[in-house]
């Protein structure tokens, strides 16, 4: 149950594109399609951005998108506004009813 | 709308227990496999523990196994965390979550856990 890796921070200029990737096994990102990506306001309940590697939930903008290839999953995030700052976190499937998050990657606009 | 609401958090003492409840709203609460997610202050998420719709199964983060146990009750909507021999380090906001096409579609708002 190791949890999945993002990298720490990330930042980009208003209007740009920034894409955040996490790195897992082929025991859960790499064997399973079950990829979610979620935004985490700071004293919000985090919200569900995507999910099954590239479906969008009802509600969230067409500006956020998710990819897989391998053992890697990635969200990616286009013309950057100031509310898309927050954290971010991807999970995965990984078998036998176990899931696994990674450690969050806090984004910032510049 | 579809709601989750937690409660039964607050302070307690090393080898102390808790039972957190999570009551849902809005949906039709046994079509759902539920889980309870945590994050300790300044830390990431972490998934804790699975339920399956009728309660047949279940699954816990290797942490917490022997010391944790979910349930549900579907006549009352309910989910429940029992904590038992709580530590220091499961200090921490315990979030009810829907499970709803291998993702977390509904969060509760939360429930502080403070092991002190």
């Known amino acids: 149950q190791s949890a999945l890796t993002q990298p720490p921070s990330a930042s980009g200029s208003p209007g740009q594109s920034l894409t955040i990737s996490c790195t897992g096994t082929s025991s859960d990102i790499g064997g399973y399609t079950h990829v979610s990506w979620y935004q985490h306001h700071p004293g919000e309940a985090p919200k569900l951005m995507i999910y099954?590697?590239?479906r969008r939930p009802s509600g969230v903008s067409d500006r956020f998108s998710g990819s897989k290839s391998g053992n890697t999953a990635s969200l990616t995030v286009s013309g950057l506004r100031a509310e898309d700052e927050a954290t971010y976190y991807c999970?995965?499937?990984?078998?036998?009813?176990?899931?696994?998050f990674g450690g969050g990657t806090t984004v910032t606009v510049l | 709308q579809m709601q989750l609401v937690e409660s039964g958090g607050g302070v307690v003492q090393p080898g102390g227990s808790l039972r957190l409840s999570c009551v849902a709203s809005g949906f039709a609460f046994n079509h759902y496999n539920m889980q309870w997610v945590r994050q300790a202050p300044g830390k990431g998420l972490e998934w804790v523990t699975f339920?399956?719709?009728?309660?047949?199964?279940?699954n816990y983060v290797d942490s917490v196994k022997g010391r944790f146990t979910t349930s549900r009750d579907n006549s009352k909507s309910t989910l429940y965390l029992q904590m038992n021999s709580l530590r220091p380090e499961d200090t921490a906001v315990y979030y009810c979550v829907r499970d709803s096409d291998w993702s977390y579609n509904i969060w509760g708002q939360g429930t502080m856990v403070t092991v002190s």
């Open positions: 099954e590697v590239n």
């Open positions: 339920i399956s719709l009728d309660g047949s199964d279940k």
């Open positions: 999970n995965s499937f990984a078998g036998n009813n176990n899931w696994v």
